[in-house]
Each structure stands twice: as structure tokens, then as C-alpha cells.
């Protein structure tokens, strides 16, 4: 994961309005910083967390620094900018480290598809097999009260992911390879399953698609390693 500068450290004071955080920089003073995550962030935000940011060259931007990683005080790394999700399955589509996704000979991202104006984010081809739809979801829901390591998606009802499913599921049926992959963005998940409890019609769709035979992948990025050296 490349970033135009190095990552430096902060302590979260809060983050509001979707899209804003208050920090404290090692230099004590307090800033705003851009949030690049629409979800409810659930347990990615609490207050003392280690923010790492990212610095931008554009004088342009209001708010210069970008909130790309969480370190929690539990421990755990969590990559709370959620635009970085398909720049690392990019990378490791191109590193062969996904196995179900080997030896396609083409990969093109943001492709129009679909019936309800959609953009898939990947399209791998090959002349010897039928092209193969790849949607990219970031999980960073962590909940433990069932067990340890359970990962959820989404953290809030998402219409957009819903429409994405669907999309999948006719895909599918018109004879393509479909397959709906969650970049496990938060260390402490070891499996993902859909959150029914906070959006039941896409955890209905979840099983829809899988009963239509949309392939289910995970892939668990070493996070620590993404960031090293750490600042």
C-alpha cells in the first residue's frame, strides 16, 4: 500500500459527521482530520485509539490529513479508510496470493455491469474461461459475544451492498463466475459472516447469493506488514 507520504501517529479524540475526526498530534496540538469510511465504524473509533494518518501534497483539500489505520488499545490494527480496500485485493490478484483467483489472464477495475447501474470492481478474464464478476467488501466489524474472531458485514444498512448482491446473483445465473470477497480489514477477525442483525435484507440476499452459487472469499491481509516500518 503506497502513500505519498510517511504515516505518522495521533490519539483519536472523536470522529464526527461521517466524514471528520479531532486528534491530538504528538506535538499536543488538536486538529480535524478526513475520515475516508461511510459506515458506523463500530468499534474502530473509541476515543485514546492510535490514529495513523497520512499527509497530502493538495493545497487544495481543506483537511490535509487522511485517517488510514487504527491501532486500538486492545491491540488490534484496523484500516479504517475504506477506499484501500481494493488497492490491496488489486495487489494481491497481481501477487497470485488469493488462490481461488489464479490464472486469469486480464483484470479490469470499476467495469460497468449489471442491470441497476453498477460498476464491478474487478473483472478478471481469460480466453479459456468465462469472465469472472469480483465485488470487494471491507470488514472491519469486530463482535465477540458469540465467539472470538467473529467479523461481520456490513456495520450499517447498506442499500449499495444490497444492489451488489443482486447484481451477483444475475450474473451468476446468466452463466459468469460471481464472487463476492471480503478484505478482512481488521486483524482481530479470524471468519466474516452477515450482520442480520443490522441489515436483515442484505444478510437475506447473503444467503440468496450463496444458494445461487455466488462464490464466498475472505482474504486476510497482514496489516502490520502493510504499514511496516511503523512511525
Known amino acids: 500500500m503506497i502513500f505519498e507520504t510517511p504515516l505518522k501517529k495521533a490519539t483519536l479524540i472523536k470522529r464526527y459527521k ?3 475526526a ?16 461511510t459506515g458506523a465504524m463500530t468499534g474502530c ?13 493538495n493545497k487544495k483539500r481543506k483537511y490535509q490529513y487522511t485517517w488510514e489505520f487504527t491501532l486500538t488499545q486492545a491491540g488490534h490494527w484496523i484500516c479504517v479508510n475504506t477506499a484501500k480496500a481494493n488497492a490491496l485485493i488489486a495487489d494481491a490478484i497481481e501477487q497470485k496470493q488469493i488462490p481461488a483467483l489464479l490464472n486469469y489472464q486480464g483484470c479490469k477495475a470499476e467495469v460497468k455491469y449489471g442491470e441497476e447501474n453498477s460498476r464491478i470492481d474487478f473483472l478478471l478474464t481469460d480466453d479459456n474461461k468465462v469472465d469472472c464478476y469480483v465485488e470487494v467488501k471491507s ?8 465467539q472470538a474472531g467473529d467479523g461481520y458485514f456490513p456495520d450499517a444498512v447498506t442499500t449499495r451492498g444490497q444492489k451488489h448482491l443482486r447484481e451477483l446473483i ?7 463466475r460471481s464472487v463476492l470477497l471480503f478484505a478482512v480489514l481488521h486483524s ?6 452477515p450482520a442480520d442483525f443490522i441489515d436483515k435484507k442484505y444478510a437475506d440476499l ?13 482474504y486476510f491481509p497482514d496489516l502490520s506488514d502493510v504499514i511496516n516500518p511503523l512511525p
Open 188 to 193: 482481530g477477525i479470524k471468519r466474516v459472516q
Open 139 to 146: 470488514c472491519t466489524l469486530l463482535d465477540e459475544r458469540k
Open 18 to 20: 461521517r466524514f471528520l
Open 170 to 176: 444475475e450474473m451468476k445465473q446468466q452463466g459468469y
Open 206 to 218: 447473503f444467503t440468496k447469493a450463496k444458494q445461487a452459487g455466488v462464490e464466498i472469499i475472505c
Open 45 to 57: 473509533a473509541t476515543e485514546g485509539d492510535t490514529v495513523l494518518y497520512s499527509t497530502s501534497n
Open 22 to 37: 479531532d486528534v491530538i498530534l504528538e506535538d499536543g496540538s488538536e486538529t480535524t482530520i478526513y475520515c475516508a469510511n
